[in-house]
């Protein structure tokens, strides 16, 4: 296979097939795409004047010279790469990467999941392809070998997963997270534990982290770990959740079926379903059920027991349990089913209305939290979605929640009646902007509605604003096949909006996301818009990707703002990010936009 590493030892490329397209993935930025061309990135040397190592290739008995070099027995080498300065080389085997000095000593051994078919080196870093799909980044210190990071990409869809050996870990923007998780092995007569990066997205999900430790600077990873604690463990009592009863809503009666059923009665509109939670030492959060991928009920479970009533969509529903713990980091993973309706087909798409809500702030309460662009940005982005949803949505309709009337109260009763309001077949999008902080503890999003009245502590905090738990609980009851939601929240010291992307995955919607230190947005873009609706804007009006008919889609706008925000805020002499991300399995993206040609 083709390998081969940038001269920082970062940038990767490499293909996935024999005789495919050779990508570049770059970990710093988490940029994956097509290799241009571009030159700079150096493959593995397997021979030099100074070091000549013979019958390496698929062989137990490879040797420098007259030096055998040490394996296990039973153990082939597979690949090999010299070190820049001559002074050793790495040779990839069937279960281990081991390093060589220049006169053939074992050095270091790191044990590997998979053969290493390729490796290479570059700089200070060492890259090698394993036989279990993945590639892994290994540093060169004092003389030792130390596991940096892994990489894996889906080969179809091109999302991938990048963590440490921590369990720390960074996805594509269209997903990933489902990818890979953490397995826990028991005692000889128990069942292992699992969990996916998608189950523990709120406690292992940091893409600083994962990237500062690739370029050399371990400090946000062990802040990060110091503040989780013992993950493992407590994946280890997450609590469990068993079926009871479910039966199927036909008009005013509901009718027993089973958890094996795969068609459901014609008329079904919803499935009432029972649980029995047991506690295992974490306590009980949420109880979440997704339907095709997006939340569509949540409960609060009781003592052993929990019910709720789930909403079903035209045509196929795919529906997954979750319990998460009581901190709301981390999940189980409850029963599961696929049902069909017989003889009806899958929904249409794009059949439906687009419903705005649009919420921004500028004027607080507390005169000093004032803000000049959140109320512009929202009026303005709902503009650009009704001129660019025109000819593509049956209808129209954009709701802005300004200033007074974007109290707590407010916000929360303008998305139950979006609730109310959206069919099957819609598609929601939620715009938010104003002054947003990360709570602690337990890092959870906290958006200042504009009757925020007490900055005085967290705790009082907490009880003012709209933290992410009631976010998603409000989102959930927002029955559109399709919707996106779009956060812009400034506060002083920038909050991390790495925890944003927990809202995408705990609803399993497009989440789409800035964050921007005061100064920055009121400086603006152009003196009308901030930086993060500017981008949006540009996204809609065709600066994003189309197709053929000319329509945006959530994915080719997502992509395009996360892209674009940081060149802007370049502009402005500012840095500020954004962080687009997407939770569904199997993706689906949707239109939101037409560019009139």
């Not at 709301?328 to 798409?349: I, K, N, V, W």
Request: charged residues 20%; contains cysteine; aromatic residues 8%.
């Amino acid at each position: 296979m083709t390998l081969a590493l940038s001269a920082d030892g970062t940038q990767v490329l490499f293909t996935l097939r024999a005789g495919g397209q050779p990508l570049v993935f770059d970990p710093l930025t988490g940029n994956l795409a097509a290799w241009q061309g571009e030159a700079g990135f150096a493959p593995a040397r397997t021979e030099t004047a100074r070091i000549r190592v013979q019958d390496w290739r698929n062989s137990n008995r490879p040797r420098l010279g007259n030096v055998a070099l040490r394996l296990g027995e039973g153990e082939f080498a597979r690949s090999l790469a010299i070190l820049l300065r001559e002074d050793g080389f790495l040779l990839g085997t069937d279960n281990h990467l081991r390093l060589f000095d220049a006169q053939g000593r074992l050095v270091d051994s790191v044990p590997t999941p998979g053969a290493v078919w390729g490796v290479t080196v570059a700089g200070e870093m060492g890259v090698a392809a394993l036989g279990d799909g993945t590639i892994r980044w290994y540093r060169f210190e004092a003389g030792a070998l130390r596991e940096i990071a892994a990489l894996f990409v889906h080969a179809e869809t091109l999302r991938w997963v990048l963590w440490t050996p921590e369990g720390l870990f960074d996805h594509a923007p269209n997903g990933g997270q489902e990818l890979v998780g953490v397995h826990l092995n028991g005692g000889r007569n128990q069942t292992p534990e699992w969990a996916s990066f998608q189950q523990a997205y709120r406690a292992l999900y940091a893409p600083r982290a994962v990237r500062g430790r690739i370029a050399g600077d371990f400090a946000p990873a062990q802040e990060r770990l110091a503040q989780l604690g013992e993950v493992r463990q407590r994946i280890g009592r997450l609590p469990t959740l068993a079926p009871g009863s479910i039966c199927a809503l036909v008009a005013e009666e509901c009718r027993p079926i089973t958890w094996e059923t795969r068609s459901i009665p014609e008329g079904t509109r919803a499935l009432r379903m029972t649980f029995t939670a047991t506690d295992r030492g974490l306590g009980f959060g949420p109880l979440d059920v997704l339907v095709n991928d997006r939340i569509a009920a949540r409960a609060e479970p009781a003592v052993g027991e929990a019910s709720v009533e789930v909403p079903l969509d035209a045509g196929a529903n795919r529906i997954v349990t979750r319990l998460y713990a009581g901190d709301g980091t981390l999940f189980a993973e409850g029963p599961a089913l696929s049902l069909t309706r017989p003889g009806e087909p899958e929904a249409p798409a794009g059949a439906g209305r687009l419903l705005v809500l649009a919420i921004g702030v500028n004027e607080y309460a507390l005169r000093d939290l004032n803000l000049r662009f959140a109320v512009p940005d929202a009026r303005s982005v709902g503009d650009a979605l009704r001129r660019s949803g025109a000819g593509l949505f049956r209808d129209v309709e954009v709701r802005v929640v300004p200033d007074g009337r974007a109290t707590r109260r407010g916000i929360l009763d303008a998305l139950a009646a979006a609730a109310r309001d959206t069919a099957p077949a819609d598609t929601f999008i939620l715009y938010i902007a104003g002054h947003g902080i990360v709570a602690q503890p337990g890092n959870r999003f906290l958006f200042l509605p504009s009757d925020v009245r007490d900055t005085s502590s967290m705790a009082v905090l907490r009880q003012q604003g709209l933290d992410d738990a009631t976010l998603v609980a409000a989102l959930a009851r927002i029955r559109a096949r399709d919707a996106f939601i779009m956060i812009d929240t400034c506060y002083a010291g920038q909050i991390d909006i790495d925890q944003l992307a927990a809202i995408g995955n705990d609803t399993g919607r497009f989440l789409l996301a800035a964050s921007s230190s005061v100064q920055e947005a009121l400086d603006s873009y152009d003196d009308r818009n901030g930086v993060f609706a500017y981008a949006l804007m540009e996204g809609l009006n065709g600066r994003a990707a189309v197709d053929a008919e000319g329509r945006v889609t959530a994915l080719a706008l997502g992509e395009w703002v996360m892209r674009r925000v940081p060149q802007l805020a370049r502009e402005k002499g500012h840095q500020q990010n954004a962080v687009f991300r997407a939770a569904q399995r199997d993706l689906r993206s949707f239109p939101v936009a037409v560019v009139q040609r």
